[in-house]
């Protein structure tokens, strides 16, 4: 029972709270909110993006940042369309497509982890370049005509009426939480975020953690940018731009730390749940886009301000409550 009180004392705590009053808010505005298809229409549209945010939460807890997830998913999405175009069968295609975008992920992550540049500058650098490099495969074109199987894979449901990227958004959370929680590199990945130099004196292989880590993101993001590819149809040089707003807002806003070595998926995924069911209920009362990306960027800035004020204010509420507990009674 106490752990439970904890639990609803945290940030998680909170975030569910908000998710309530959300529901709550959306329920009552729209009667269309709590439609099975309109949930599975809210997961749908942003899945995407949802599947990337698992491995930025890792990043960033590893006290690091990846910048050109956007730009990967747009060039591995190019890729795929422009080897289609050419006449390369489409599960080639695919393969080479997530192999490109592991290769850009291995790129950043040998700049980071063995030569020791910063992180935000290193994937600045591959969102400017990777982007350069999916308009140079199709130019100012849209590119598509794939398969049919192709497409149905994004736009049809697999599973009773769960489309595959949903599905697979539920297994890379299950694989996240295991990695995360309950295993020896998930271990490496906080102890690096709190102090690297500690981790690497207790003979924690630093260097190649943060390189499975950003190979991983490159791996994933091409991915992602393919279920973007198949549920949209047809692909172009700004596939995905922007999308590394919300992905990183859905992180922070979980409550990981943007200095590294705090933070829980349980927080990361009440957060996309809070930011999905906040854009629906826009959405269904015809709140504008534009609006829309002003209020995911002010959350941002929230997500970034709001958490440290959050763990200041409990830390000086228990340092107050332990002074009172070991003060003497008076006489």
């Not at 490109?100 to 030569?115: D, H, L, M, R, T």
């Not at 299950?174 to 906080?190: E, K, M, T």
């Not at 198949?230 to 922007?242: K, Q, S, Y």
Request: proline residues 3%; aromatic residues 8%.
């Amino acid at each position: 029972m106490v752990k439970i009180w904890e639990r609803l004392r945290s940030w998680e705590g909170l975030l569910l709270a908000i998710l309530i009053v959300i529901v709550i808010m959306n329920t009552i505005r729209s009667p269309f909110y709590l439609r099975l298809d309109n949930q599975i229409n809210l997961f749908q549209l942003s899945i995407e993006k949802i599947i990337v945010a698992l491995i930025m939460a890792l990043i960033i807890i590893n006290g690091e940042i990846d910048l050109s997830v956007a730009s990967v998913m747009g060039l591995a999405a190019c890729t795929l369309a422009a080897l289609h175009e050419r006449g390369v069968p489409v599960p080639a295609a695919i393969l080479i497509s997530l192999l490109v975008g592991a290769a850009c992920g291995a790129f950043n992550g040998y700049w980071v982890a063995y030569v020791g540049l910063p992180s935000l500058a290193v994937t600045l650098a591959g969102l400017i370049g990777y982007r350069g490099l999916a308009r140079v495969l199709l130019g100012d074109r849209s590119v598509g005509g794939f398969p049919e199987w192709f497409n149905a894979l994004g736009q049809q449901p697999l599973i009773g009426p769960f489309p595959l990227a949903l599905l697979l958004f539920f297994l890379l959370v299950i694989l996240a939480v295991l990695v995360l929680q309950y295993s020896a590199f998930g271990r490496y990945v906080y102890v690096i975020g709190i102090n690297r130099d500690v981790a690497r004196y207790s003979a924690v292989k630093v260097q190649r953690v943060k390189m499975i880590l950003y190979t991983a993101s490159g791996f994933v993001s091409a991915l992602a940018g393919l279920l973007l590819a198949a549920r949209l149809g047809a692909v172009r040089g700004n596939t995905a731009e922007g999308f590394e707003l919300d992905i990183i807002t859905m992180v922070l806003l979980g409550g990981v730390s943007i200095f590294g070595g705090t933070g829980t998926l349980a927080g990361v995924v009440l957060s996309i749940l809070n930011i999905l069911n906040l854009r629906n209920g826009m959405s269904l009362v015809n709140i504008t886009g534009n609006t829309q990306t002003g209020v995911i960027g002010a959350l941002l800035i929230l997500s970034v301000l709001v958490p440290n004020w959050f763990r200041s204010a409990r830390g000086a509420w228990v340092r107050r409550a332990r002074a009172q507990f070991q003060s003497p009674p008076r006489a």
